[in-house]
C-alpha cells in the first residue's frame, strides 16, 4: 500500500461577514483555485492521500475546492456544521483512500467545542474524526481527527484556558469513535490549526505546559510531531522552527499547525517526514508528513549518525576523503531511513537502483539540497574502490553541498521491504572526483597535509557553480587564498575539461583571482603550494550572487490604503525587474488594508520558469530586486521606485527581507510591504 501522506491547511477563505466587518475583498474562488494548483503541481507520488482544511467559510470557496479536487481526492467531508445559525467550522477534508464506516454507521464523526471567545464565537468551530486503511497493512484502522482550535488576538496565549478546554473536546470525540484501546490510540493523527505557538521562539509557556507537561487527556495520549521527531539525533532543538504562519504586520513566522501522533512504540503510526511546500497560498503555509509504523532510523530524531560509523575507505593523510558503507532496512512500504551529517561539506551519495536519496539541511526539511553534479566510481582512486565491490548500487553518485549539518534520507522507488546498501563519500580535495564545493563568502580548509603531498601531485582540488543570472549580465568572481606562512603559492581555473582558463601565484598573505563571466557553467579551482612543510591554507568564494527564492512567501502587503478607506480600494500598479530584466508587470484594482496580492508570487514564477526552464526554485540575480508602483488615486502621488538588495558578505547565508512602500497621497498616506527572501545557497 504504501505510507500514508497527509496535509493539514489554513485556507483563509473566511465568511462574507468578516470582509464586511474589515472592509476586505472575497477571493475565495481565485483562492481555491491557487490552492488547487498548488496541489496538482506537486508530483503525483508525492501528494497528499487526505488532506484537511482549515477555514473553508466561504461557500463559492468551498464550491471550488470541491470542482477542481473530487476527481483526484473523490471522498469528502464537506462540512461539519452543527446545523445552527452560526457559522459552519471550516473544516473540509479530501481523500483518496476510501473512508472507513464508523462505530455509529456513518462515515465520519462530529463533535463541537462548547467554549469559544472573540470572533471564534461567529463560528461553529469543533472537530470531524475519519478512519482509513493503515499504511502498514495491519488489520486496524488509522483514526484521523482534523480540527481548527481558538485563535488569538492580542497576545500569544490569550484564550489558552480555552484552547486547553478544546483539546479536551477532542479527547472525547476520537474516544467515541475508539474507546480506550492503546492499539488504536497508537494509530491516532490529529490535524489542524491548533493556534498554539510551538515554536522555541514563542513568548509564553502554553507549548510547554500542553505537550512537555502532558497536562490535558488528549496530550497525554499523543505527541506533537514536529518536536518529537523532526530534530537531529540527541539535539532536542528545533533547528528547523516548523513555521507554518505569517504575521503579514510583524513579518514574523511562528508554528500554529499541528501533526499530533499516538504515543510511541514498536507497532505505532510516526511522521517519518514532515514539511512544507505550499507557502504563497495563504496566510498559513501546507504542513505534511509521511506517516508508517515506526522502525530504527525512520525519523531525524532516530538517524544514523554517519560520523560515528566505521570507515569503509580513505582517511589517509594524503589521500583524505572518506567512504562510508551504511545498510539501509525498509521494515515496511514507504519507510524512510535517516542519516546525520553533523559537519557541513561537499558528500556523494550512491543507492540501490530501486533507492532515492535525498539532503536536507537540519534548517529547512521542506527543501532538498540541490543536487551539484554526479560522480562516477571509476573516476575515484584506487584505494576507494573496495566498497563498491561490497555493496550493490549505482555506479554513478550525486554530489551534494550543505553549509551546515544536514540528513540524508533515502526511500524505495516503488515502497519495496528489504536491505540496501548506500554508500557516502566526504570530499577533502585529493583529486578532481573528490573536489571540494565552495560555499560563498565562507572561507574553505584545503586538505593539505603537513610533510606529505596530497593526492599524486599535491595539489588541492576544489569546484564552484557559477550561475547565469535571470538578467544574463556579466560580472566579476573573486576567489582569493589565505596564505599565513607567505610561501609561493598558485591558484588556477579551470573548466570541467581541465583546460586552464586563468590563473595566478604569488607570496602575499592573500593571493587572489578574479574571473569575469555570464555565468552558466561549474569550474575547477586547483591550488598547489612550492613546500608541503606548510599548510593552514583557506581558499575564499566572494561573489556577488543571490537568490530569489519562490519556495518561500513573496508578495505585497497593503498595510494601510492610500487616501480616504471608506470609498473604495486602492488601485495599484506594481512592476518587479531582477537587475535589469522584468519579471512581472500586474495590477490590482481592488487593494484592501490588510489585504496582500493573491496570485502575485505564482506569476513570478510562471514567467520565471517560462524564461528559465529548469530554473527550480532559486532565481539568481547579482546587484537587486527592483519594483516600480503606482496608486492611481488622483491625490496619490505617481510613479514611485524602491529595491531589494542582494546579500552582502556581512549577512547570513539567507535573510528575508522586507521593504517598505511609501504611498504619499494628499488626503492620507497609504504604506505597502513588498516581502521575499534572499539566499546565497543556491
Known sequence: MGPLRVMTFNVQMLPWVADALHSTTNDAPERADRVARALFA????????????????????????????????????????????????????????????????????????????????????????????????????????????????????????????????????????????????????????????????????????????????????????????????NDQQDHDLGRTNLNWESGQGQRLDYMLFGNENERGLVAHHMYSRIRNASDHFSLEAVVQRRSDHCRPADAIDLHQWVTAAGGSPGRPSTLHHLPLEFDFPGTLQWLYVDTPGTFTLWSAADVETRAYTRSDLSRPLAQLRTVSKNDLESGLQAPFREATVNPVGTTHVAAEPFYIVARSRRNRVGNRDLLVLEHHGESPATAIALAPHTPTETGFPVGRKLGDNDECWFIAALPETFAGDPREEAFSVYNPDRIRCSLSVRDLADEELMATSGTGQYVNLTHSTSGGYQVYLVMRRNNIQYAGFTLAWKTPISYLML????????????????????????????????????????????????????????????????????????????????????????????????????????????????????????????????????
Open 42 to 233: 506537486l508530483p503525483v507520488v508525492d501528494q497528499p492521500d487526505v488532506i484537511a482544511f482549515n477555514e473553508v467559510f466561504d461557500e463559492d470557496g468551498r464550491d471550488r475546492l470541491r470542482l477542481r479536487l473530487s476527481g483526484r481526492w473523490p471522498h469528502i467531508v464537506d462540512k461539519i456544521h452543527d446545523g445552527g445559525v452560526l457559522e459552519d467550522s471550516g473544516l473540509m477534508l479530501f481523500s483518496r483512500r476510501p473512508l472507513l464506516t464508523l462505530p455509529d454507521g456513518g462515515n465520519f464523526h462530529e463533535r463541537f467545542f462548547t467554549e469559544s471567545a472573540g470572533d471564534d464565537t461567529m463560528a461553529a468551530k469543533g472537530v470531524g474524526v475519519i478512519q482509513v486503511d493503515s499504511p502498514d497493512g495491519v488489520d486496524l484502522p488509522t483514526t484521523i481527527a482534523f480540527t481548527h482550535m481558538q485563535a488569538s488576538y492580542l497576545s500569544e496565549d490569550e484564550h489558552r484556558d480555552v484552547r486547553r478546554s478544546q483539546l479536551d473536546t477532542m479527547y472525547t470525540a476520537v474516544k467515541e469513535v475508539i474507546g480506550s484501546s492503546p492499539e488504536l490510540w497508537e494509530r491516532v493523527i490529529v490535524l489542524g490549526d491548533l493556534n498554539i505557538r510551538g515554536d522555541s521562539e514563542a513568548l509564553t509557556d502554553e507549548w510547554a505546559e500542553i505537550f512537555d507537561l502532558a497536562s490535558t487527556e488528549l496530550t497525554r495520549l499523543t505527541h506533537d510531531g514536529w518536536r518529537t521527531g523532526m530534530h537531529p539525533p
Open 551 to 682: 519556495d518561500r512567501p513573496l508578495g505585497l502587503f497593503i498595510r494601510n490604503e492610500s487616501g480616504a478607506d471608506w470609498p473604495g480600494a486602492d488601485e495599484v500598479h506594481l512592476d518587479v525587474w531582477l537587475d535589469s530584466r522584468p519579471v512581472f508587470n500586474g495590477y490590482w484594482d481592488d487593494a484592501d488594508t490588510g489585504e496582500t496580492w493573491g496570485g502575485l508570487a505564482s506569476s513570478i514564477e510562471q514567467l520565471v520558469r517560462a524564461q528559465m526552464p529548469g530554473i527550480g526554485d532559486r532565481v539568481p540575480f547579482s546587484t537587486s530586486i527592483n519594483l516600480s508602483y503606482l496608486e492611481e488615486d488622483f491625490t496619490a502621488a505617481g510613479w514611485l521606485t524602491a529595491s531589494v538588495a542582494a546579500l552582502s558578505p556581512a549577512e547570513r547565508d539567507t535573510v528575508d527581507r522586507q521593504v517598505t512602500l511609501p504611498v504619499p497621497d494628499a488626503i492620507s498616506d497609504g504604506t505597502y510591504t513588498f516581502y521575499c527572501s534572499v539566499t546565497r545557497l543556491g
